[in-house]
């Protein structure tokens, strides 16, 4: 399997407090990578550094044979980003939106396909401060992928869903990975990493403590799922204070 993803020795402070350490990370083509970790773990910084829209400290990065900081114009052209706290303007209708954003690239995905796809096509003349949490995530994943990709990151893609709407989203991304696209996702929700996720990293304290794939972290934890397998790993486990 080709590698889409190649990321070797990165890391990155802040103020001399190291947030990641030395991150080493393979991705192949058409995999769903699945990024885990509590919140201050280092997720963020891990994936803007990886994207070049942050400078690391020490490292490199390689997607689609390219660095994402010299090539950066070249590689947009073939990557998709979704962000969680994306931000739009409210006096922006929906279609606009997407009208414009395809305007940024040389060979932009259909959009009315990609809104009937995510169940907003009804929504197409509606302004985006009219959208709902949910609807606004899935118009953010529909952004995302005008560019007609072959990697896209996803950061928390399914918050705000509910579980129809979370499982139609995960069978449009299983669809798009059966035709090469390659997923990098960042997540909370375990039942969505065991359905989308070929490999995952568990990241703890600005390092990875596993790598592998969802079976290996069961089979390497006490427990036989993946949920409680994570705390095990994280140490977040509940303990019973009674």
Request: proline content about 2%; charged content about 25%.
């Amino acid at each position: 399997m080709d590698e889409t993803i190649k990321v070797t020795g990165l890391s990155k402070s802040y103020a001399g407090n190291k947030v990641i350490s030395n991150i080493e990370l393979s991705i192949g083509t058409g995999q769903v990578f699945g990024l885990l970790g509590a919140n201050g773990a280092g997720k963020t910084t891990t994936i803007e550094c990886i994207l070049g829209t942050r400078e690391a400290d020490a490292g490199s990065v390689s997607i689609l044979g390219l660095d994402p900081r010299k090539d950066r114009k070249q590689l947009f052209e073939q990557v998709g980003v979704q962000f969680q706290e994306a931000s739009y303007s409210d006096k922006i209708k929906v279609w606009e939106l997407c009208e414009e954003t395809a305007c940024l690239y040389r060979k932009a995905a259909n959009y009315e396909e990609l809104l009937r796809q995510f169940g907003l096509w009804e929504k197409r003349g509606a302004f985006v401060n009219e959208l709902s949490g949910g609807q606004k995530q899935r118009l953010f994943i529909v952004l995302a992928l005008l560019p007609d990709p072959k990697v896209v990151f996803l950061d928390e893609l399914t918050t705000g869903l509910d579980t129809k709407a979370r499982r139609s989203v995960w069978k449009s991304l299983d669809a798009l990975k059966q035709k090469g696209l390659t997923i990098f996702l960042s997540s909370h929700f375990m039942d969505e990493v065991e359905v989308l996720c070929d490999t995952i990293a568990i990241l703890k304290d600005g390092n990875f403590i596993f790598t592998g794939t969802v079976q290996e972290a069961i089979h390497q934890s006490p427990y036989d799922n993946l949920e409680e397998a994570y705390l095990w790993f994280t140490g977040e486990e509940e303990t019973d204070d009674e």
